[in-house]
């Protein structure tokens, strides 16, 4: 068993301290942070709102955050936070599935309202948008 614990807002478990997850909270912000940029990744990404309001734009469409929502970001879709309400500012619990470093492809904003980016994106594999696959399932421990 690990028990994970903080009083500050920040990551609490990743890949630096053996974690299969990355568990973090957000500061209270009331204000997209200056260095909140559009990026994609191969894993699944949650969003919890724990306190406030805020969007996140994902592949060009807005997805609301407020108290209590759940955002699920899947693998290879572009993702940014474009909102925060400046009076109740916001606060969430963010979680990926994978913990790795450098794993985030960061791409220019433009390419988080829906269009293709300028430059082609990186791939493994193929979709519709010409992004990351998501990985295959495995059965472990099944014949």
Excluded at 48 to 64: C, H, N, Q, W, Y
């Amino acid at each position: 068993m690990h028990i994970y614990s903080s009083t500050v807002a920040g990551w609490w478990c990743g890949h630096w301290n053996g974690s299969p997850l990355e568990i973090g909270t957000s500061d209270h912000m009331h204000a997209v942070p200056p260095h909140e940029a559009c990026h994609y990744h191969a894993y699944h990404e949650y969003y919890i709102a724990l306190k406030g309001r805020g969007t996140l734009r994902v592949d060009g469409r807005e997805a609301s955050l407020a108290e209590g929502s759940v955002v699920m970001v899947a693998p290879g879709e572009t993702h940014r936070l474009t909102w925060v309400d400046p009076d109740v500012g916001l606060q969430m619990l963010v979680i990926k599935e994978r913990s790795a470093l450098d794993s985030k492809v960061v791409l220019p904003d433009a390419a988080c309202d829906g269009s293709p980016p300028d430059a082609p994106v990186p791939a493994i594999g193929s979709d519709r948008r010409g992004c990351i696959e998501p990985r295959p399932r495995t059965t472990r421990g099944r014949a």
